[in-house]
């Protein structure tokens, strides 16, 4: 009989939950379950993990093998329990020292050759693991940056399971050739295993800001627009951009994200969490520390403006803006009830998405821009213009947008095509 235990982290929207992996071996015949309200791609483990064991040069146990989730009435799902479910089983069979994995979170997929893939939510997830007290996390050597951002931890990043087994237990690490996408030298920077005396002497790796290239500077007249756009960064007002096509509104709504200040590390972390999540940081940039900019085709599904989706729920456009900008080109041609949807967010900074498996809450607190053309041609103007639209026409164009959305905009601002005098002088 064998028994090992350690740790992984279930995500609940971007909030974690530090899960105990335990493994049990008794003699009888050779089973593997796997218990603990495990989702579909989280059954699928005992495949991976297997597969995994075997191709890495271990021996699978030939005994009846439980693997129990605790707390068990958390919902778990993703590969990224596969890491930490392999460990356990060859910590019962005694291939690793059971005392070397009780303080370790452990992040990861396993290929069937053994090797560690990355999983979305890192950043999420070591920052709960902290919250909890551990103090060392194994995670695939691509997401060792991303995991680094947060202080306190001791960060093991590897290439495969070979190369964990052979850290834990105090054995030569082998060389692994880097995978498919060119990534560097394994990330094994300053972790020192308990009861093991073994420290890797890798390098770290620094955080690289994400960066936009779009400026207000280069904006040419529209002084009353920039003006507006200038006074909705400083005072984190939401605005309302109205012109005819080809204007600048879009011009201007991109540049927005230049003039706001940068994020404080706590936003940052909260923006990276998110990002991380849906899956959607830029490689080799693990940090995002300037406002991030949004903008979903009028098309969007409300699951895709505010979040949710089939099994688990995944951030939207509005929590992808948080600490940034949500724009929303040609606003009338959105559903109204998406539309709607953004109401309560506006005002609480954060959206709460019901399943049958539980709530999640993702960070909603974002400068929201609209923008639309006055009529269905895009040619009214209070002041003659060419437009032909009948009368009722225009108002069921205007009327899309809800007065109830509209009162939570503090500004809105006409915008006029630039003259030719005005795109000769430089401002």
Same mark, same amino acid.
């Given at each position: 009989?064998?028994? /090992? ?14 899960? %105990?992996?335990?493994?049990?071996? %008794?003699?009888? *015949? ?43 009435? &958390? ?46 939510? &890192?950043?999420? /997830? ?8 551990? %103090? ?7 997401? /060792? ?9 001791? *960060? ?14 105090? %054995? ?46 280069? &904006? ?56 991380? *999540? ?33 099994? *688990? ?79 009722? /026409? ?34």
């Amino acid at each position: 009989m064998g028994f /090992a235990r350690t740790c992984s982290v279930a995500l609940v929207g971007v909030e974690g939950v530090v899960v %105990e992996v335990q493994a049990d071996l %008794e003699p009888g *015949v050779a089973a593997f379950t796997l218990v603990g309200l495990p989702d579909k791609s989280l059954t699928e483990s005992r495949d991976r993990v297997r597969a995994a064991v075997v191709n890495s040069g271990g021996e699978w146990p030939q005994k009846k093998l439980t693997v129990g989730l605790s707390p068990a009435s &958390v919902p778990k799902g993703g590969s990224g329990f596969d890491l930490a479910v392999a460990c356990a089983v060859l910590g019962a069979s005694e291939r690793i020292d059971p005392r070397v994995l009780c303080d370790i979170v452990m992040i990861g997929e396993l290929g069937l050759d053994g090797r560690v893939r990355p999983v979305r939510g &890192v950043l999420p /997830a070591v920052l709960a693991a902290a919250d909890a007290g551990y %103090e060392q996390v194994v995670v695939p050597e691509c997401a /060792a940056a991303e995991a680094s951002l947060v202080p306190g931890i001791s *960060v093991l990043g590897v290439r495969s399971l070979r190369q964990l087994i052979a850290v834990l237990a105090d %054995e030569p690490v082998p060389e692994e050739d880097p995978d498919q996408h060119g990534r560097p030298d394994p990330l094994l920077a300053g972790l020192r295993m308990p009861g093991t005396g073994a420290s890797t002497g890798m390098h770290g790796m620094g955080a690289t800001p994400y960066e936009q290239g779009h400026d207000l500077a280069d &904006v040419v007249g529209q002084l009353s627009a920039r003006a507006g756009v200038e006074v909705a960064a400083a005072g984190g007002h939401h605005l309302f951009l109205q012109g005819p096509p080809g204007a600048g509104k879009t011009m201007l709504a991109e540049r927005l994200p230049a003039i706001l200040p940068r994020l404080s590390r706590g936003e940052s972390l909260e923006v990276t969490a998110v990002h991380s *999540v849906a899956g959607l940081l830029p490689p080799g940039k693990p940090l995002v520390d300037v406002a991030p900019y949004c903008a979903p085709h009028h098309s969007a599904t409300m699951q895709a403006l505010v979040g949710g989706g089939q099994g *688990v729920a995944r951030p939207g456009a509005v929590s992808l803006a948080h600490r940034g900008v949500l724009f929303l080109d040609e606003t009338p041609e959105f559903g109204s009830r998406v539309l709607d949807a953004l109401r309560q967010p506006l005002e609480s900074g954060h959206v709460v998405i019901a399943r049958s498996a539980g709530v999640v809450r993702f960070p909603a607190r974002f400068l929201m821009v609209l923008a639309a053309n006055p009529c269905p041609c895009g040619r009214f103007s209070e002041r003659g213009s060419a437009c032909e639209c009948p009368p009722s /026409a225009i108002r069921r164009y205007q009327a899309r947008l809800s007065g109830p959305l509209l009162d939570r905009v503090d500004l809105r601002v006409e915008v006029d095509q630039v003259t030719r005098s005005q795109l000769t002088v430089r401002m």
